[in-house]
Structures are given as structure tokens and as C-alpha cells.
């Protein structure tokens, strides 16, 4: 596997807290990408980074903010979290965004909002 | 925008039966991409294909790209136990810098 650690693994938290999600990776990949994962859904991606403090939305960011200060993580950050936002959360990295790029996931993080 | 449809979206066999699972892409694809979940787990890369018509095996696992590049096929010859878990296809998503768009994935059950 590759070297890809999210923390914390299980969170619950009440409806209207900030919550932060970290991934740290010692790959020295440089795109680092967040998902979620719901039933019926597949993964959906929410942000994205191609650098060091270059970071872009996906398919599902609203409600979602990034950063990142450092190549080895990536911050997710849930301003005030929503019960709708219960899910389980995927950090991958890659090398590359061309033809020929895999990804490589971290263990998820599994979030409940109550 | 972009859908990556599979089906089926479920599929529970008895061990040693073949399974296959679909991916349709609504636009063309420079590539398609195979992730396999194990429960608990988390999506594992598989294989890539590019070329139009390409076929790909891996042991008993065989992958096909279709020849409009829009589809895509895995199929698993006699299944094992060891073979459960959700399959998703991904490719390319022109909507966001050509990140991956992910279809819904297919659980696939196996009774022994």
C-alpha cells in the first residue's frame, strides 16, 4: 500500500461544528484529491490539489474547504457540519493527472454527523 | 455533466459461477480505469485501458475497452470468495481538469 494515512479514522460530531479531516502522505505524489463515499453513489469528488496552496473544487464541494501549506497533506474542512455530510471520507494521491496515472487511496475516514 | 453509469448496481453469485459487470460512459473516454473495494476497505486500483477494443487479463479477471471508447466491461471466471467486494469503473471527467469520474460501483456477493 501506498504510504497514505488519514486522521482521524472515525469522528462523531454534532450538527454545526467545524470539523477538519487530515491526510498525510509520504509518497511525495503531487496531487492529493479528497472523495466521498455514499451508498448508490460511488465516490464523488469533492477538492482537489495540484500543489502546494493550488487547489481546486470537484463535483461536490459546497460546504467543504481545503488547504494545503505543505506537499505531504491536505486538509478537508467542514466550516459547520451537516448531517447531510455523514459519509465516509477518501484521500487519494497520484503522480500525475496524464494518461496513465493511477490513484492511491488512504484507509477513509468515516464521519457521523448528528 | 459527465455520468459514468454501471450496472448491475448489485450482484450476488455461487462460488464458481462467471460475473461481469457494464460501464457506460455518457461522453468518449481517453482512458478507463478499475478499482476493486473490499468491505472495510478501500478502493484499490486494478488496471487502465486506453486503447479502442483493448482487451486485459489478470488471472481470472478480464477487462475490455470498448471500440467507441464510451464502454466498458470486467468479467471474473469461476469466482472465488476472495473475489467479493465492490468494482467501480472511472475516467476522465472533462468538467473538472480531467480528474476521475467515478461510476457507482457493483457489489458483488459470492456464496460458497
Redesign the interface.
Known amino acids: 500500500d501506498a504510504g497514505i494515512t488519514q486522521s482521524p479514522r472515525h469522528k462523531v460530531t454534532e450538527t454545526g461544528t467545524p470539523v477538519t479531516l487530515r491526510c498525510h502522505q509520504t509518497e511525495n505524489h503531487r496531487y492529493m ?1 479528497w ?1 466521498r463515499q455514499d451508498p ?6 469533492i477538492h ?1 490539489s495540484y500543489g502546494v496552496k493550488d487547489t ?4 461536490v464541494s459546497d460546504g467543504y474547504s481545503v488547504s494545503r501549506s505543505k506537499t505531504e497533506d491536505f486538509l478537508l474542512t467542514l466550516e459547520s457540519a451537516t448531517s447531510s455530510q455523514t459519509s465516509v471520507y ?1 484521500c ?1 494521491i497520484s503522480e500525475s ?1 496524464r ?2 496515472y ?7 475516514t468515516r464521519l457521523t454527523v448528528t | ?1 459527465q455520468q459514468v453509469m ?1 450496472i448491475p ?1 448489485y450482484q450476488h453469485v455461487q462460488e464458481g459461477e462467471d460475473f461481469t459487470t457494464y460501464c457506460n460512459s455518457s461522453t468518449t473516454l ?2 478507463i ?1 478499475w478499482y476493486k473495494q473490499r468491505p472495510g ?5 486494478l488496471i ?1 485501458l ?1 486503447k479502442s477494443g483493448e482487451v486485459k487479463k489478470q488471472k481470472r479477471l478480464t477487462f475490455q475497452f470498448g471500440e467507441a471508447k464510451k464502454n466498458s466491461s470486467l468479467h471474473i471466471t469461476a469466482t472465488q470468495t476472495t473475489d467479493v467486494g465492490t468494482y ?1 469503473c ?1 475516467g ?2 472533462v ?11 457493483t457489489i458483488l456477493r459470492v456464496k460458497s
Not at chain 1, 448508490?40 to 469528488?45: C, D, K, M, S, T
Not at chain 1, 481546486?56 to 463535483?59: F, H, L, R, V
Not at chain 2, 476497505?41 to 486500483?45: D, L, N, S, Y
Not at chain 2, 480528474?99 to 460501483?105: N, T
Open positions: 484529491y472523495y448508490g453513489h460511488g465516490l464523488r469528488l482537489y481546486d473544487k470537484g463535483e477518501f487519494a493527472t494518461n496513465g493511477e490513484q492511491y487511496f488512504g484507509p477513509g | 455533466g454501471q448496481q481517453s482512458n480505469q476497505g478501500h478502493p484499490v486500483f487502465q486506453v467501480f472511472a476522465p471527467g468538467e473538472y481538469g480531467n480528474k476521475l469520474v467515478f461510476g457507482a460501483g
